[in-house]
């Protein structure tokens, strides 16, 4: 049973940064596109950033490009997400999401197309 889980969330002020990740089990997730959503509490689940397995290829939503960065550790099955210069926007839950296959610009956003979820972890962003 694939599982998806994630650590790193917390509560920082607007400018600071954090580091999210997520440890992978029950699979060779080294051919699985990983990837981050989140979740605003009144809001749908978000693409934040998504990286595909075969090509390697980043996508980033708009709202964090130059902030934020994707990154993945075959060897340790995880994925990690760099959050800097966080605003108070980016406050939501956070999600960890695995595709059994390779992703492109047109697909890497939709909630649909990913076969595993984490349970999240809450970035709030105050001061």
């Known amino acids: 049973q694939a599982q998806l889980v994630e650590s790193g969330g917390g509560s920082v002020q607007p400018g600071g940064s954090l580091r999210l990740s997520c440890a992978a089990s029950?699979?060779?997730?080294?051919?699985?596109?990983m990837a981050w959503f989140r979740q605003a509490p009144g809001k749908e689940r978000e693409s934040v950033a998504t990286?595909?397995?075969?090509?390697?290829?980043?996508y980033l939503a708009d709202s964090v490009k130059g902030r934020f960065t994707i990154s993945r550790d075959n060897t340790k099955n995880a994925v990690y997400l760099q959050m800097n210069s966080l605003k108070i926007e980016d406050t939501a839950v956070y999600y960890c999401?695995?595709?059994?296959?390779?992703?492109?610009?047109?697909?890497?956003?939709?909630?649909?197309?990913?076969?595993?979820w984490g349970q999240g972890t809450q970035v709030t962003v105050s001061s």
């Open positions: 999401a695995a595709a059994r296959s390779e992703l492109n610009g047109q697909n890497y956003y939709r909630t649909s197309r990913y076969d595993y």
């Open positions: 990286i595909s397995w075969r090509t390697g290829m980043k």
């Open positions: 029950g699979g060779d997730f080294s051919r699985y596109s």
